[in-house]
């Protein structure tokens, strides 16, 4: 069985089923359930802008991992750790189902990204168990340009730009076409000191997929103040909280964008809503953590947003 996208004729989902005929009804049922629960959810990302390939022949592996990812990013952009954590259950299930499924181990390495990213735990050995994952992911298949674009972050966010450049690149040689690859290394490219090729990658991403998801326009708006085209970055970020209204970085984002501005009440509400979804939100630590290379830029931004009202 099969499934493909009669818009575009690309190949979404395929399953063989192998199973005795002791009780056809039985196994009637099972494969039905089994269909409708995964293609449920394979079509909801699709939707969502997120096209997740089949990687197991193990399909309830593969359910688990549909359940994971599609966990992850919800709880990535409502910023709500106990969605987080049932990702990280739904991801560790699949692996112990295929311990040989590298996809899954990549995106179980990414929920603790996640975890430390938000300061839910914000412990450095967090960030050094997602290393340990995508290491696991990347001996099980190197080939995967998710995998090396979720190192790129982690090395990012490490502060290790080199690093987080080259495995960025390795991502996109890997599949060039990728909307999700273009707009992640276009948010390293920018936080890299490359902030117009950030915005020409992102932008190519947004018209490889028109259904975008909230993170590509949040991408752009990032690379469009970080070459202090403050008004620019305005459209695309008020886009993405159009898209997700509890989406933290986009707050933090627009508030910084307005105090550049002089909008300063308005600057003043978005870091209202700020504290409101993250009450122990902290510049100091938000600023420590930040991975931009030049350190006159950072403060310019830590600036913009002291003006706002963030402590």
């Known amino acids: 069985m099969q499934l493909i996208d009669g818009l575009t004729g690309s190949h979404v989902w395929a399953e063989r089923f192998d199973r005795p005929l002791k009780d056809i009804f039985a196994v009637q049922d099972e494969i039905v359930q089994k269909i409708v629960t995964t293609l449920k959810l394979q079509l909801t990302m699709l939707e969502q802008g997120y096209l997740v390939r089949k990687r197991t022949d193990n399909l309830e592996a593969y ?15 409502e910023t709500k ?16 189902l295929d311990p040989a499924y590298a996809d899954a181990y990549a995106y179980l390495g990414a929920t603790y990204w996640h975890e430390w990213f938000y300061r839910w735990n914000p412990a450095p050995q967090v960030l050094e168990r997602a290393v340990e994952l995508e290491q696991k992911a990347l001996a099980l298949d190197e080939s995967l340009p998710g995998l090396h674009m979720v190192l790129g972050f982690i090395y990012l966010w490490k502060k290790q730009h080199g690093q987080a450049l080259v495995e960025g690149q390795r991502a996109l040689a890997l599949d060039p076409n990728n909307a999700e690859m273009l707009t992640n290394a276009g948010q390293i490219l920018a936080f890299s000191g490359q902030p117009q090729e950030g915005i020409t990658a ?62 300063q009440e308005e600057a003043q509400a978005e870091a209202a809503e700020v504290l409101r979804l993250s009450p122990q939100f902290s510049l100091e630590a938000w600023g420590r953590m930040i991975p931009w290379k030049d350190p006159a830029v950072l403060e310019r931004l830590l600036a913009a947003w002291r003006k706002a009202g963030l402590k």
């Not at 970080?226 to 989406?247: D, I, Q, S, W």
């Open 63 to 77: 359910d688990y991992y549909l359940r994971g990812v599609e966990s992850y990013f919800r709880g990535w952009q």
């Open 81 to 96: 750790k106990e969605i987080a954590m049932q990702a990280r259950q739904f991801l560790e299930r699949a692996t112990a």
């Open 202 to 263: 992102v932008e190519k991403a947004m018209r490889l997929n028109p259904r975008y998801p909230p993170n590509y326009v949040l991408q752009l708006s990032l690379a469009y103040r970080m070459a202090g085209r403050y008004k620019e970055a305005l459209a695309p970020v008020k886009e993405a909280l159009t898209l997700t209204p509890n989406f933290l970085p986009a707050h933090t984002l627009l508030a910084g964008c307005y105090a550049e501005l002089g909008r």
